[in-house]
């Protein structure tokens, strides 16, 4: 079972040790979707630090495995963003929640917004702009290594009529 992930993953553990049924020492992997192979250590499976190769030889340290992206000033920042940015539908009783997804490219900005699930009255379309107008993300990272990461995002909207 576990193999059938790593293939599907298009990874590879080259070098590992267990103790005590946990990771131990150093273990050497390849990860091929990355075109990466990084050496990771670990104490009784509590992982330690690392250090990945990318394919022009470059190496990243890195002493946490797998960083999702954040905007530069928070998420608070964010939210109130779309608060402040977002043009609710003027009709009476409007509520619900928006389903938004985007990725965030390796140099932070946004890209490919799309909308889940939308409510009416335009809600989809206006989710969409207000979610692109944002600026500076934190791009994720996976191995010390910038990677595009897709995010999703509900938005409760509530009209005050």
């Given at each position: 079972?576990?193999m059938e992930i790593m293939k599907r993953l298009k990874m590879a553990i080259l070098h590992l040790e267990i103790k005590n049924g946990f990771k131990d020492s150093t273990w050497v992997g390849k990860d091929k979707k990355l075109k990466?192979?990084?050496?990771?250590?670990?104490?009784?499976?509590?992982?330690?630090?690392?250090?990945?190769?990318?394919?022009?030889?470059?190496?990243?340290?890195?002493?946490?495995?797998?960083?999702?992206?954040?905007?530069?000033?928070?998420?608070?920042?964010?939210?109130?963003?779309?608060?402040?940015?977002?043009?609710?539908?003027?009709?009476?009783?409007?509520?619900?929640?928006?389903?938004?997804?985007?990725?965030?490219?390796?140099?932070?900005?946004?890209?490919?917004?799309?909308?889940?699930?939308?409510?009416?009255?335009?809600?989809?379309?206006?989710?969409?702009?207000?979610?692109?107008?944002?600026?500076?993300?934190?791009?994720?990272?996976?191995?010390?290594?910038?990677?595009?990461?897709?995010?999703?995002?509900?938005?409760?909207?509530?009209?005050?009529?």
């Amino acid at each position: 079972m576990e193999m059938e992930i790593m293939k599907r993953l298009k990874m590879a553990i080259l070098h590992l040790e267990i103790k005590n049924g946990f990771k131990d020492s150093t273990w050497v992997g390849k990860d091929k979707k990355l075109k990466i192979t990084y050496t990771e250590n670990y104490n009784n499976g509590d992982f330690i630090s690392g250090v990945s190769i990318d394919s022009n030889k470059e190496g990243h340290k890195y002493t946490v495995s797998e960083i999702r992206p954040i905007p530069k000033k928070g998420m608070d920042n964010f939210n109130r963003h779309i608060a402040r940015t977002f043009n609710t539908p003027k009709v009476e009783g409007f509520k619900g929640k928006i389903y938004v997804t985007f990725v965030v490219e390796t140099d932070g900005s946004i890209t490919d917004v799309r909308v889940l699930r939308d409510i009416g009255y335009g809600s989809g379309a206006e989710a969409i702009r207000a979610v692109s107008l944002y600026k500076g993300w934190i791009p994720g990272e996976q191995r010390g290594i910038k990677v595009r990461c897709k995010f999703s995002l509900p938005i409760a909207v509530q009209s005050t009529r």
